[in-house]
Protein backbone atom coordinates (compact mmCIF):
# COMPACT_ATOMS: atom_id res chain seq x y z
CA UNK A 1 0.00 0.00 0.00
CA UNK A 2 1.67 3.07 -1.32
CA UNK A 3 -0.45 5.16 1.58
CA UNK A 4 1.30 3.35 3.96
CA UNK A 5 4.87 5.20 2.97
CA UNK A 6 2.93 8.42 2.99
CA UNK A 7 1.90 8.01 6.57
CA UNK A 8 5.11 7.17 7.81
CA UNK A 9 6.49 10.19 6.37
CA UNK A 10 4.21 11.49 8.62
CA UNK A 11 4.58 10.54 11.81
CA UNK A 12 7.26 10.50 14.30
CA UNK A 13 8.79 6.57 14.11
CA UNK A 14 7.04 4.86 17.13
CA UNK A 15 3.83 6.64 15.99
CA UNK A 16 4.08 5.37 12.93
CA UNK A 17 5.27 1.88 14.21
CA UNK A 18 2.47 1.28 16.35
CA UNK A 19 -0.04 3.07 13.53
CA UNK A 20 1.30 0.74 11.26
CA UNK A 21 0.72 -2.07 13.42
CA UNK A 22 -2.97 -1.25 14.31
CA UNK A 23 -3.77 -0.77 10.03
CA UNK A 24 -2.42 -4.37 9.33
CA UNK A 25 -4.52 -5.67 12.38
CA UNK A 26 -7.55 -3.45 11.29
CA UNK A 27 -7.02 -5.05 8.00
CA UNK A 28 -7.25 -8.17 8.77
CA UNK A 29 -10.78 -7.64 10.70
CA UNK A 30 -12.45 -6.37 7.57
CA UNK A 31 -11.29 -8.95 5.58
CA UNK A 32 -11.79 -11.77 8.25
CA UNK A 33 -15.52 -12.78 7.94
CA UNK A 34 -16.58 -13.25 11.79
CA UNK A 35 -18.47 -16.74 12.52
CA UNK A 36 -20.92 -15.24 15.12
CA UNK A 37 -22.49 -11.75 15.96
CA UNK A 38 -19.67 -9.86 18.29
CA UNK A 39 -20.28 -8.94 21.79
CA UNK A 40 -22.70 -5.86 22.14
CA UNK A 41 -19.84 -3.85 23.76
CA UNK A 42 -17.20 -4.34 20.67
CA UNK A 43 -18.04 -2.22 17.79
CA UNK A 44 -17.48 -3.63 14.14
CA UNK A 45 -16.13 -0.62 11.55
CA UNK A 46 -17.72 -0.25 9.03
CA UNK A 47 -16.75 1.99 5.67
CA UNK A 48 -18.84 5.00 5.23
CA UNK A 49 -21.20 4.71 2.48
CA UNK A 50 -23.85 6.81 0.00
CA UNK A 51 -24.62 10.14 -0.12
CA UNK A 52 -24.21 13.06 2.19
CA UNK A 53 -26.73 13.99 4.26
CA UNK A 54 -27.50 17.18 2.60
CA UNK A 55 -27.63 14.69 -1.31
CA UNK A 56 -30.07 12.34 0.34
CA UNK A 57 -32.36 15.24 1.24
CA UNK A 58 -31.76 17.22 -1.52
CA UNK A 59 -30.09 20.19 0.76
CA UNK A 60 -28.22 23.22 -1.07
CA UNK A 61 -25.40 23.71 1.22
CA UNK A 62 -25.46 27.08 2.89
CA UNK A 63 -29.32 27.00 3.35
CA UNK A 64 -29.37 24.45 6.34
CA UNK A 65 -27.67 24.46 9.89
CA UNK A 66 -26.38 20.81 10.00
CA UNK A 67 -22.70 20.58 9.97
CA UNK A 68 -22.35 24.42 10.38
CA UNK A 69 -20.26 25.38 13.82
CA UNK A 70 -20.82 29.09 12.67
CA UNK A 71 -16.63 29.57 12.94
CA UNK A 72 -15.12 29.67 9.40
CA UNK A 73 -11.31 29.46 8.46
CA UNK A 74 -8.59 32.21 7.50
CA UNK A 75 -8.06 34.28 4.27
CA UNK A 76 -5.69 33.01 2.22
CA UNK A 77 -3.82 36.03 3.52
CA UNK A 78 -3.86 35.15 6.97
CA UNK A 79 -3.62 30.94 6.41
CA UNK A 80 -0.49 29.56 8.15
CA UNK A 81 0.35 25.98 7.23
CA UNK A 82 0.88 23.12 8.99
CA UNK A 83 4.25 23.05 10.66
CA UNK A 84 6.59 20.96 9.30
CA UNK A 85 7.38 19.35 12.55
CA UNK A 86 3.70 18.36 12.94
CA UNK A 87 3.36 14.95 14.71
CA UNK A 88 -0.17 13.80 16.36
CA UNK A 89 0.89 12.36 19.42
CA UNK A 90 1.71 8.68 20.45
CA UNK A 91 -1.63 7.67 21.36
CA UNK A 92 -3.00 7.39 18.06
CA UNK A 93 -3.38 3.98 16.80
CA UNK A 94 -3.62 2.70 20.34
CA UNK A 95 -7.44 1.92 21.84
CA UNK A 96 -8.48 5.04 22.74
CA UNK A 97 -11.25 5.97 26.18
CA UNK A 98 -14.23 7.44 24.88
CA UNK A 99 -16.35 9.34 27.60
CA UNK A 100 -20.21 9.98 26.74
CA UNK A 101 -19.23 13.90 26.07
CA UNK A 102 -16.85 12.64 23.36
CA UNK A 103 -19.45 10.85 21.80
CA UNK A 104 -21.25 13.48 21.61
CA UNK A 105 -19.08 15.48 20.28
CA UNK A 106 -18.28 12.92 17.46
CA UNK A 107 -21.80 12.48 16.32
CA UNK A 108 -23.93 15.30 17.70
CA UNK A 109 -22.46 18.72 18.36
CA UNK A 110 -21.87 19.69 14.55
CA UNK A 111 -26.17 19.57 14.29
CA UNK A 112 -27.45 19.83 17.99
CA UNK A 113 -24.25 21.65 19.39
CA UNK A 114 -22.47 21.81 23.05
CA UNK A 115 -25.14 22.96 24.89
CA UNK A 116 -27.39 20.76 22.97
CA UNK A 117 -30.00 23.35 22.39
CA UNK A 118 -29.43 22.56 18.33
CA UNK A 119 -30.55 25.56 16.01
CA UNK A 120 -33.98 25.62 15.87
CA UNK A 121 -36.70 25.92 14.38
CA UNK A 122 -34.51 23.10 11.91
CA UNK A 123 -32.62 21.30 14.55
CA UNK A 124 -34.34 21.23 17.55
CA UNK A 125 -32.58 20.97 21.34
CA UNK A 126 -32.23 17.80 22.51
CA UNK A 127 -32.55 18.93 26.00
CA UNK A 128 -36.89 18.19 26.60
CA UNK A 129 -37.45 14.83 24.97
CA UNK A 130 -34.44 13.96 27.26
CA UNK A 131 -36.03 15.39 30.47
CA UNK A 132 -38.78 13.48 29.20
CA UNK A 133 -37.04 10.06 29.87
CA UNK A 134 -36.96 11.11 33.49
CA UNK A 135 -39.79 9.79 35.67
CA UNK A 136 -38.73 12.31 38.65
CA UNK A 137 -38.13 15.11 36.45
CA UNK A 138 -41.64 14.49 35.23
CA UNK A 139 -43.35 13.98 38.28
CA UNK A 140 -41.56 17.46 39.70
CA UNK A 141 -42.40 19.19 36.42
CA UNK A 142 -45.71 18.36 36.45
CA UNK A 143 -46.55 18.61 40.07
CA UNK A 144 -44.32 22.41 39.19
CA UNK A 145 -47.36 23.14 36.79
CA UNK A 146 -49.70 22.21 38.89
CA UNK A 147 -50.73 19.10 37.67
CA UNK A 148 -49.67 16.87 39.41
CA UNK A 149 -49.63 12.93 38.39
CA UNK A 150 -49.04 9.64 40.07
CA UNK A 151 -45.28 8.08 40.33
CA UNK A 152 -46.57 4.94 38.10
CA UNK A 153 -47.87 7.56 35.64
CA UNK A 154 -44.43 9.61 35.62
CA UNK A 155 -42.60 6.40 35.33
CA UNK A 156 -44.97 5.19 32.43
CA UNK A 157 -44.06 8.37 30.61
CA UNK A 158 -40.61 8.30 31.25
CA UNK A 159 -40.30 5.01 29.95
CA UNK A 160 -42.33 5.89 26.40
CA UNK A 161 -40.16 8.62 26.20
CA UNK A 162 -37.24 6.31 26.46
CA UNK A 163 -38.35 4.60 23.92
CA UNK A 164 -38.94 7.44 21.60
CA UNK A 165 -35.12 8.76 22.05
CA UNK A 166 -33.78 5.47 21.52
CA UNK A 167 -35.67 5.08 17.93
CA UNK A 168 -34.80 8.40 17.31
CA UNK A 169 -30.88 7.16 17.65
CA UNK A 170 -31.55 3.87 15.78
CA UNK A 171 -33.62 5.35 12.92
CA UNK A 172 -32.80 9.43 12.67
CA UNK A 173 -35.50 11.57 12.00
CA UNK A 174 -36.44 13.12 8.62
CA UNK A 175 -33.24 15.34 8.66
CA UNK A 176 -31.46 13.71 11.29
CA UNK A 177 -29.55 11.09 9.84
CA UNK A 178 -29.47 7.71 12.00
CA UNK A 179 -27.20 6.29 14.30
CA UNK A 180 -28.22 2.64 14.44
CA UNK A 181 -24.29 1.98 14.23
CA UNK A 182 -24.02 3.13 17.57
CA UNK A 183 -23.30 0.21 20.41
CA UNK A 184 -25.44 -0.81 23.06
CA UNK A 185 -22.03 0.68 25.00
CA UNK A 186 -21.85 3.58 23.65
CA UNK A 187 -25.06 4.53 23.72
CA UNK A 188 -25.22 3.84 27.49
CA UNK A 189 -22.41 6.53 27.32
CA UNK A 190 -24.16 8.69 25.42
CA UNK A 191 -27.06 8.51 27.40
CA UNK A 192 -25.14 9.22 30.73
CA UNK A 193 -23.89 12.45 29.13
CA UNK A 194 -27.18 13.77 27.65
CA UNK A 195 -28.83 13.04 31.35
CA UNK A 196 -25.75 15.40 32.46
CA UNK A 197 -26.76 18.08 29.60
CA UNK A 198 -30.29 18.10 29.99
CA UNK A 199 -30.05 18.75 34.06
CA UNK A 200 -31.78 15.31 34.75
CA UNK A 201 -31.13 13.53 37.93
CA UNK A 202 -29.23 10.35 37.30
CA UNK A 203 -27.09 8.23 39.41
CA UNK A 204 -24.07 10.73 38.67
CA UNK A 205 -21.93 7.93 36.68
CA UNK A 206 -19.64 8.75 33.76
CA UNK A 207 -19.79 5.96 31.28
CA UNK A 208 -16.69 5.51 29.22
CA UNK A 209 -15.82 2.51 26.49
CA UNK A 210 -12.74 2.06 25.43
CA UNK A 211 -12.45 1.53 21.58
CA UNK A 212 -10.30 0.76 18.77
CA UNK A 213 -8.83 4.18 16.93
CA UNK A 214 -10.65 3.94 13.63
CA UNK A 215 -13.68 3.60 15.34
CA UNK A 216 -13.08 6.99 16.95
CA UNK A 217 -12.33 8.11 13.38
CA UNK A 218 -15.49 6.32 11.79
CA UNK A 219 -17.45 8.16 14.20
CA UNK A 220 -16.15 11.30 13.30
CA UNK A 221 -16.81 10.62 9.46
CA UNK A 222 -20.15 9.08 9.96
CA UNK A 223 -21.74 11.72 12.29
CA UNK A 224 -19.83 15.04 11.12
CA UNK A 225 -18.24 14.80 8.08
CA UNK A 226 -21.08 12.79 5.80
CA UNK A 227 -23.35 15.49 6.78
CA UNK A 228 -22.00 17.64 3.33
CA UNK A 229 -19.61 15.01 2.00
CA UNK A 230 -20.62 11.90 -0.08
CA UNK A 231 -19.07 8.66 0.14
CA UNK A 232 -17.86 8.57 -2.78
CA UNK A 233 -17.57 10.17 -6.32
CA UNK A 234 -15.48 12.15 -8.39
CA UNK A 235 -13.22 14.75 -7.00
CA UNK A 236 -14.08 18.17 -8.50
CA UNK A 237 -12.14 20.13 -11.03
CA UNK A 238 -11.18 23.91 -9.40
CA UNK A 239 -14.40 25.21 -11.65
CA UNK A 240 -16.65 22.74 -9.86
CA UNK A 241 -15.31 23.90 -6.57
CA UNK A 242 -15.88 27.62 -7.50
CA UNK A 243 -19.51 26.56 -8.69
CA UNK A 244 -20.14 24.86 -5.30
CA UNK A 245 -18.96 21.09 -5.21
CA UNK A 246 -18.18 19.41 -2.30
CA UNK A 247 -15.87 16.99 -2.62
CA UNK A 248 -15.70 13.10 -1.74
CA UNK A 249 -14.66 11.65 1.50
CA UNK A 250 -12.73 8.91 -0.71
CA UNK A 251 -10.29 11.76 -1.73
CA UNK A 252 -9.61 13.04 1.63
CA UNK A 253 -6.22 10.82 2.17
CA UNK A 254 -5.14 10.89 -1.41
CA UNK A 255 -5.51 14.56 -1.42
CA UNK A 256 -4.22 15.42 1.44
CA UNK A 257 -2.02 14.23 3.99
CA UNK A 258 -2.27 14.13 7.71
CA UNK A 259 -1.69 17.34 8.94
CA UNK A 260 -3.38 18.91 6.00
CA UNK A 261 -6.75 16.91 7.03
CA UNK A 262 -6.25 18.02 10.79
CA UNK A 263 -5.98 21.76 10.23
CA UNK A 264 -8.49 22.06 7.27
CA UNK A 265 -10.67 20.42 10.25
CA UNK A 266 -9.86 22.28 13.34
CA UNK A 267 -8.16 25.41 11.81
CA UNK A 268 -9.68 25.70 8.02
CA UNK A 269 -7.50 26.41 4.91
CA UNK A 270 -8.11 28.09 1.83
CA UNK A 271 -9.42 26.24 -1.29
CA UNK A 272 -7.94 26.44 -5.10
CA UNK A 273 -10.71 27.53 -7.32
CA UNK A 274 -11.62 28.65 -10.60
CA UNK A 275 -10.53 28.68 -14.24
CA UNK A 276 -7.55 31.25 -12.45
CA UNK A 277 -6.29 28.22 -9.97
CA UNK A 278 -6.58 30.91 -6.97
CA UNK A 279 -6.93 30.47 -3.61
CA UNK A 280 -10.22 31.54 -1.83
CA UNK A 281 -11.22 31.65 1.65
CA UNK A 282 -12.99 28.16 2.47
CA UNK A 283 -16.57 27.61 2.72
CA UNK A 284 -16.66 24.84 4.85
CA UNK A 285 -16.81 25.36 8.82
CA UNK A 286 -14.24 24.72 11.04
CA UNK A 287 -14.65 22.13 13.65
CA UNK A 288 -12.11 23.90 16.34
CA UNK A 289 -13.87 21.39 18.81
CA UNK A 290 -12.49 18.28 17.76
CA UNK A 291 -9.07 17.67 18.63
CA UNK A 292 -5.80 16.73 16.59
CA UNK A 293 -5.85 12.95 17.29
CA UNK A 294 -9.71 12.57 16.91
CA UNK A 295 -8.95 13.78 13.09
CA UNK A 296 -5.57 11.86 12.84
CA UNK A 297 -8.18 8.96 13.75
CA UNK A 298 -10.46 9.69 10.93
CA UNK A 299 -7.15 9.67 8.51
CA UNK A 300 -6.42 6.34 9.83
CA UNK A 301 -9.40 5.18 9.67
CA UNK A 302 -10.16 6.47 5.42
CA UNK A 303 -7.20 4.37 4.70
CA UNK A 304 -7.73 1.37 7.11
CA UNK A 305 -11.92 1.20 5.81
CA UNK A 306 -11.99 3.14 2.23
CA UNK A 307 -15.45 4.91 1.75
CA UNK A 308 -18.24 2.59 -0.45
CA UNK A 309 -15.74 -0.40 -0.38
CA UNK A 310 -18.40 -1.89 -2.63
CA UNK A 311 -18.10 -5.61 -3.98
CA UNK A 312 -16.59 -4.32 -7.58
CA UNK A 313 -14.28 -2.09 -5.83
CA UNK A 314 -16.06 0.92 -7.32
CA UNK A 315 -15.64 4.55 -5.68
CA UNK A 316 -13.06 2.64 -3.17
CA UNK A 317 -9.93 5.30 -4.31
CA UNK A 318 -9.44 8.31 -6.38
C1 LIG B 1 -27.08 16.17 10.67
C2 LIG B 1 -27.67 16.82 11.81
C3 LIG B 1 -27.98 15.99 13.03
C4 LIG B 1 -27.14 15.17 13.75
C5 LIG B 1 -25.69 14.85 13.45
C6 LIG B 1 -27.89 14.72 14.89
N1 LIG B 1 -29.16 15.22 14.84
FE1 LIG B 1 -30.64 14.92 16.22
N2 LIG B 1 -31.94 15.96 15.07
C7 LIG B 1 -31.62 16.61 13.89
C8 LIG B 1 -32.85 17.17 13.31
C9 LIG B 1 -32.91 17.96 12.02
C10 LIG B 1 -33.90 16.82 14.18
C11 LIG B 1 -35.39 17.14 13.99
C12 LIG B 1 -36.14 15.94 13.47
C13 LIG B 1 -35.73 15.59 12.04
O1 LIG B 1 -36.00 16.37 11.10
O2 LIG B 1 -35.10 14.54 11.87
C14 LIG B 1 -33.28 16.07 15.27
C15 LIG B 1 -33.98 15.58 16.37
C16 LIG B 1 -33.41 15.00 17.48
C17 LIG B 1 -34.12 14.64 18.69
C18 LIG B 1 -35.61 14.85 18.95
C19 LIG B 1 -35.89 16.27 19.29
C20 LIG B 1 -37.37 16.53 19.49
O3 LIG B 1 -37.72 17.65 19.88
O4 LIG B 1 -38.17 15.61 19.24
C21 LIG B 1 -33.20 14.10 19.54
C22 LIG B 1 -33.47 13.59 20.94
C23 LIG B 1 -31.93 14.10 18.86
N3 LIG B 1 -32.09 14.67 17.61
C24 LIG B 1 -30.76 13.61 19.39
C25 LIG B 1 -29.57 13.48 18.67
C26 LIG B 1 -28.39 12.83 19.18
C27 LIG B 1 -28.26 12.22 20.56
C28 LIG B 1 -27.46 12.88 18.19
C29 LIG B 1 -26.07 12.26 18.16
C30 LIG B 1 -26.00 10.84 18.30
C31 LIG B 1 -28.05 13.59 17.08
N4 LIG B 1 -29.33 13.93 17.40
C32 LIG B 1 -27.39 13.87 15.88
C33 LIG B 1 -30.38 16.70 13.33
C34 LIG B 1 -29.25 16.01 13.73
C1 LIG C 1 -21.21 21.81 6.80
C2 LIG C 1 -20.67 21.07 5.68
C3 LIG C 1 -19.32 20.38 5.85
C4 LIG C 1 -18.95 19.49 6.84
C5 LIG C 1 -19.77 19.02 8.01
C6 LIG C 1 -17.62 19.08 6.53
N1 LIG C 1 -17.19 19.67 5.37
FE1 LIG C 1 -15.42 19.40 4.40
N2 LIG C 1 -15.96 20.69 2.97
C7 LIG C 1 -17.14 21.39 2.90
C8 LIG C 1 -17.14 22.26 1.75
C9 LIG C 1 -18.24 23.21 1.35
C10 LIG C 1 -15.89 22.07 1.09
C11 LIG C 1 -15.40 22.75 -0.20
C12 LIG C 1 -14.11 23.47 0.05
C13 LIG C 1 -14.27 24.65 0.95
O1 LIG C 1 -14.96 25.58 0.54
O2 LIG C 1 -13.72 24.68 2.04
C14 LIG C 1 -15.18 21.07 1.89
C15 LIG C 1 -13.92 20.61 1.56
C16 LIG C 1 -13.23 19.65 2.27
C17 LIG C 1 -11.94 19.12 1.88
C18 LIG C 1 -11.13 19.47 0.64
C19 LIG C 1 -10.37 20.72 0.79
C20 LIG C 1 -9.49 21.02 -0.43
O3 LIG C 1 -8.64 21.91 -0.31
O4 LIG C 1 -9.62 20.37 -1.46
C21 LIG C 1 -11.58 18.22 2.85
C22 LIG C 1 -10.31 17.40 2.88
C23 LIG C 1 -12.65 18.20 3.83
N3 LIG C 1 -13.65 19.05 3.45
C24 LIG C 1 -12.65 17.40 4.97
C25 LIG C 1 -13.70 17.33 5.88
C26 LIG C 1 -13.71 16.46 7.05
C27 LIG C 1 -12.60 15.50 7.42
C28 LIG C 1 -14.89 16.67 7.67
C29 LIG C 1 -15.39 16.02 8.96
C30 LIG C 1 -14.58 16.21 10.12
C31 LIG C 1 -15.63 17.68 6.92
N4 LIG C 1 -14.88 18.04 5.85
C32 LIG C 1 -16.88 18.16 7.27
C33 LIG C 1 -18.19 21.29 3.80
C34 LIG C 1 -18.21 20.48 4.93
Not at 31 to 40: D, F, I, L, M, V
Not at 132 to 154: D, N, Q, V
Not at 263 to 280: S, T
Request: proline share 10%.
Amino acid sequence: MTEHVKLKGWLVVPTAACLLGALAMSRARTHAKPSRPAPPHTPIVTPVEGPSNFHRLGIVFGSSAMGSTGVWGPTPESYKAPPVDFTSSQTLGRPAVLSGGEIYRLSCEACHKADGNGAPPEIPAVIGPVQATSALFMERRMKERGHPISAAFARELASGSQKDLLARLKNGGQKMPAFGYLTPAEIHALIGYLDKLAGVPGDGKAFTVTEPSARVGELLVKGTCHICHDATGPWPSPEEFLQGSIPPIAGFTSRKTLPELVWKVRHGAPVVMGPLQLEYRGRMPVFDYLTDDEVASAYLYLMTYPPGETADGSGARQ
